[in-house]
């Protein structure tokens, strides 16, 4: 994220009309700004990946016909991601009224304190900036959330004060009206009491709050964005129908369709303490994408973009460990490494409840098929014959956890005046030793799986043999 830019150096009322400005509602802010990025060849969009052909032309569309938005998809799809980027899309600095509760335009006074202060300075109202990040509110829907929370309340401190109830002044506003000119985005909105639910009908359609008897007719200027997981898995609750109905665009999410997305996102979003090859990135992104196709898997909860995250985290941190035990130079993580991704991950799945039990055995399984897949990808037209035939004339080659790099290669069988260990790591383009030994026990994972040499595991040591 760049640094803020220096606010515009106007502070009165009378100077901002001087400079020109022109007050915009928020919705025409967000599709001029939309439309000028398009026209300029922009990406309005950063660090989203598999959604460009699907759900980004509908949000634009949305957008620009002024309406809000509820996204529907499962866990780790990128939702929140994607409602957070609508941040971009506002101007970068926006003039309030200085002191204003609601953040409220200098032109456009709304509440009753703003309105007398316009009234009583006039030109010589005292003005500030606001940047973007300040308009853009965000609520994580719990069933305690309340109705203050959103909408406010009573304030009996103002009223201690000694203002009476029925004046507007001790009214507590809430988040929604606390966001006025700007975006309120709310998580897993199903998760909302439908009381709660039903005192959003009138901001979101009428554009007023009723509390507690008080109708104050006050013209927020708010776009409401809110996520959802689809009805069908969500049994905690439901967005009931007349709220469902005053959004005027809803957008189903979806899990990345290209491997390339999948590793993209891993790749952005990952926090690696070591060097983690690319080709093992792949097998993580191989490996989700086999467990959402899997029978075996609850496919209404999902598998998560963030279960392949925390595996390629979680063998980043094996090779540094690694390393940093054995006395390594460069951590480097290799396919050994995943059996410790499989141990720690497999609570993050939801298995169909006839798998009670094989839940290991499912996973084992979709890992190894991932990895033969990128083997075949990665090694397609390579002849590893000679590999295979010095092992078939008894050479073993151990590695594990806690085997170092050098001593694998050290290890690895002479193939006399054979090239065929450096076309293995060209293939891979590995350069060190960590690199190097990845690459190999890699073609030699990829040849156990294919049933041409064996493998015994015991304990944190593997032979291939």
């Given at each position: 994220m760049t640094?803020?830019?220096?606010p515009?150096?106007?502070?009165r009322?009378?100077?901002l009309?001087a400079s020109?400005h022109v ?8 599709r001029?700004?939309l ?5 300029e060849?922009?990406d309005p969009w950063?660090g989203l990946?598999?959604f ?6 509908q949000l634009?569309?949305?957008l620009i016909a002024g309406?809000?938005?509820v996204l529907?998809?499962?866990?780790g799809?990128?939702?929140?991601r994607?409602?957070?980027t ?6 970068e600095?926006?003039?309030v ?5 609601l ?7 709304i509440t009753v304190?703003?309105q007398?202060?316009a009234a009583t300075?006039g030109?010589?109202?005292r ?8 308009r853009?509110?965000e609520?994580?829907a719990?069933?305690d959330?309340?109705?203050a929370d959103l909408?406010?309340d009573v ?6 004060e000694g203002?009476?109830l029925g004046?507007?002044e001790?009214?507590?506003f ?6 006025h000119?700007g975006?309120?985005a709310i998580n897993e ?5 439908e009381r709660?639910?039903?005192a ?7 554009r007023?709050?009723?509390i507690?008897?008080?109708?104050l ?8 964005v809110?996520?959802?997981n689809?009805?069908d898995?969500t049994?905690?609750g439901r967005?009931i129908?007349?709220?469902k ?7 189903r ?6 491997l390339?997305?999948?590793v993209a ?5 990952a926090d ?7 080709y093992l990135?792949?097998i993580?992104?191989r490996?989700?994408?086999a467990?959402?196709?899997s029978s075996?898997v609850?496919q209404?909860?999902?598998v998560?973009?963030?279960?392949s995250?925390?595996?390629a ?7 540094l460990?690694?390393a ?6 460069e951590?480097v993580a290799?396919?050994v490494d995943?059996?410790t991704?499989?141990?720690v ?11 009670e ?6 996973l084992t399984?979709?890992l190894?098929?991932?990895?033969a ?8 037209g390579?002849?590893?014959g000679l590999l295979?035939?010095?092992?078939e ?6 590695t594990g956890?806690q085997?170092?790099?050098r001593?694998?290669l050290?290890?690895?069988p002479v193939?006399?005046e054979?090239?065929?260990y450096d076309?293995?790591c060209?293939?891979i383009?590995?350069?060190n030793?960590g690199?190097r030994a990845?690459a190999?026990?890699l073609?030699?994972e990829g ?14 040591e593997?032979v291939?043999?």
């Open positions: 640094a803020p830019s220096t515009p150096q106007i502070s009322v009378g100077e009309r020109g007050q915009k509602r928020l919705r025409q802010e967000i001029d700004n439309l000028a990025m398009l026209r060849g922009r950063p990946h598999g460009a052909d699907t759900v980004i032309p634009e569309r949305a309406h809000d938005v529907l998809g499962e866990r799809q990128g939702k929140t994607l409602l957070r609508m941040v971009g899309l506002l101007d600095w926006t003039p009224i200085s002191g204003s509760e953040g409220e335009h200098p032109y456009e006074p304190t703003s007398q202060a300075y030109d010589d109202l003005v500030s900036w606001r940047h973007r990040d300040e853009y509110a609520k994580l719990t069933p959330t309340s109705v909408i406010g304030d009996p401190m103002k009223v201690a203002r009476s004046d507007p001790t009214i507590h809430g988040l929604i009206p606390r966001s000119r975006i309120v909105l199903p998760d909302l009491a709660i639910q039903v959003m009908l009138n901001v979101m359609e009428e007023d709050i009723q507690r008897g008080y109708v007719r006050l013209p927020l200027d708010v776009l409401v809110a996520s959802a689809p009805e898995y049994n905690r967005i129908t007349p709220l109905d005053r959004f005027g665009a809803e957008i999410t979806h899990y990345p369709v290209e390339d997305d999948e996102v891993i790749r952005q979003e690696l303490v070591a060097d983690v090859p690319d990135v792949e993580l992104a490996f989700s994408r467990l959402r196709q075996s609850d209404r909860s999902g998560s973009a963030r279960f995250i925390a595996g985290e979680t063998v980043a941190a094996a090779a460990h690694r940093t035990s054995q006395g390594e130079d951590p290799r396919v995943l059996e991704a499989v141990d991950l497999g609570g993050k799945i939801e298995f169909e409840s006839g798998e039990g094989r839940e290991a055995e499912v399984h979709l190894r098929t991932a990895t897949e990128t083997v075949r990808q990665r090694f397609r390579l002849d590893l295979v035939q010095a092992i004339d008894g050479a073993m080659v151990a956890e085997v170092t790099a001593d694998f050290t290890g690895l193939l006399g054979s090239e065929l076309d293995v060209e293939r383009g590995a350069t030793d690199q990845g190999i026990e073609a030699l040849l156990y799986l294919a049933r041409r040499i064996g493998k015994d595991v015991d304990g944190a593997t291939y043999g």
